[in-house]
Structures are given as C-alpha cells and as structure tokens.
C-alpha cells in the first residue's frame, strides 16, 4: 500500500535520493526546500525518473521559525494523513550565523524548525495507522549548552553541529515515549557521506551518499523497525537491521530532556 512521505530538506544529498528511491516504490512524496524553482526542478526530476506522478512539494527556509509554521499550516491543510516524516533538513556550514530572532542558525534548522513541524503536524502524522518519524542525527553529538541553544554564545561549526543533533536526539526520545503509537527513531545515516554539507566543511568524503539512503528507506519502510521506537540507529556500525546503538547519554538522561525541552518551549 502507498504511503504518504514527507521529506525536509529534499533538494539535495540524502533527502533528494531518499524522496526518489521511495518515489520509484510508488509512495506519495512531498519534498521540501527552501528555493521554490529548486523544489520544481526536483519534483519534475524525481517524476520523470520514478514515473510516478505523485509528487509534491513545499517550500520554507528553516532558519526562520515564522517560515516553518506557516509551512506546517500548508501541510495540515493539505494532507490529511502523513504516514512518515523524515526530518532531513541540515546544515553544518553557515555563512550567517544568527537568525533574525536572535538565535543561533544551526541550532534552528537542525534542531528547533524539526521540532517546530512536527509539533505542529503531529494532528495529521497520528492519523496514520502505523506512523513514523525519523529524525537524522548524526555520530556527533555533544551536550547541550544554554547558551549555544537560546543563541547567547556562538561556538564552532562541529561544536554547535553536535549539541544540535544531540537536542534532536534526546527530542527525539521524549517524543517516542509521549506519543506511543508513533515509532520514532533517530538515525546517523553513516558518516562523512558524499553530499554537499560534507565537501562544504571537509572537502573529503568516506561513503556514498546512497549509504545514507538505504538506511532511511530501510528505517521508513521495513516491517523489522516497527517496536523500535525510541533508539538510535548508527549506520557506522555496519549492519544496521536488527541493530541499534547507544546514543550520547544525555539522550537517556530524563532531568537534562526536561530541562532541553522547558527551554526550548521558552523560545518559542
Ligand atoms: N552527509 C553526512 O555524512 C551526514 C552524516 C550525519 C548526518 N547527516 C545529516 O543528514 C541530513 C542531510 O544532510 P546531507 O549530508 O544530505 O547534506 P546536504 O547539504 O546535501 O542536504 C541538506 C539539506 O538540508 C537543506 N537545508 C539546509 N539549510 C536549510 C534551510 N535553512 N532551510 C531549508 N532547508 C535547508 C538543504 O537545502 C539540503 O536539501 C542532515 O540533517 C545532516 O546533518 C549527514
């Protein structure tokens, strides 16, 4: 039966072969990026290669929280019932750093706008009868700092980076366990993937892209992950089916989710 999948940050990299390869499997694809001729461009790619016309897209820059809200009032409005939601989106490099509110751009795309859309189409995703949620974090991950978070203090690329995904991450738990009938998971889709955020930082790359992927696909789609709500997949640790892996421990620690998410209801 086709499913109904959307896609953030489905332009490019891991999200744009990840909405093709499901595509070719007949779901219904909604893409999301931030440039509007971009998202045609793709939509039109992505149909011609599937030969599947079931493909639609939405367009927000995550950096800006009034843009993911209005994107997700889009959303509720025109499907009905999300099946999974793949919360792709990313960015390592920034030329900017502060958004227009003040806070910190990487902590905002990569943590606070997921946050923001999945909060606000929760409605829609619990309509499903078997839904899903994958969260793309990431092997770095490090402790989150409150100044980092509300935007006081700006560190380095791979120090903010990693407390963003680790705020996805420990999110991402709370969220398995106050909505039960959801599976959510987090995933590092494997490591220095060849994609445009890694040649942006590195200039070098380990792994295809298509590693990435397979496992989202996999996570999506297969049978075997339904009871897996609330891990953490690490596709560097090879076989991924069947296996998960510790995340930080922070992710497990309830007072430090408790006190993450207070102050991220703070600035919203
Ligand atoms: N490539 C890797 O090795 C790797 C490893 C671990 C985790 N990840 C995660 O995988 C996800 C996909 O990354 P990728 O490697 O494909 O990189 P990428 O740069 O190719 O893709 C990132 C996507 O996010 C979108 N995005 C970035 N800033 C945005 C903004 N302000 N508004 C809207 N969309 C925005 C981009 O347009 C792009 O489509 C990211 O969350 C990344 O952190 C990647």
Known sequence: MSKTILITGSTDGIGKITAL???KKGHNIYVHGRNEAKVFQVISE???ASNNQNIVGFVADFSDLESVIKMA????NEIPKIDILINNAGVFKSKTLENKDGLD???VVNYLAPYVL???ILPNIKKSEAPRIINLSSAAQAPVSEAVLTGKEQQSENSTYAQSKLALTMWSFNLAQQEPNITVIAVNPGSLLNTKMVKEAFGQHWSPVEKGSDILVDLALSEDYKN??????DNDKGE???YFSPAHPDAYDEGKIEKLLSITKGLL
């Open 118 to 120: 999945t909060n606000a």
């Open 105 to 107: 751009i990487r902590m």
């Open 240 to 242: 991924v089916k069947g």
């Open 46 to 48: 992505i149909k011609e």
């Open 21 to 23: 390869n499901l595509a």
């Open 73 to 76: 009032d889009k959303i509720k």
């Open 228 to 233: 897996d709500s609330g891990k953490y997949f």
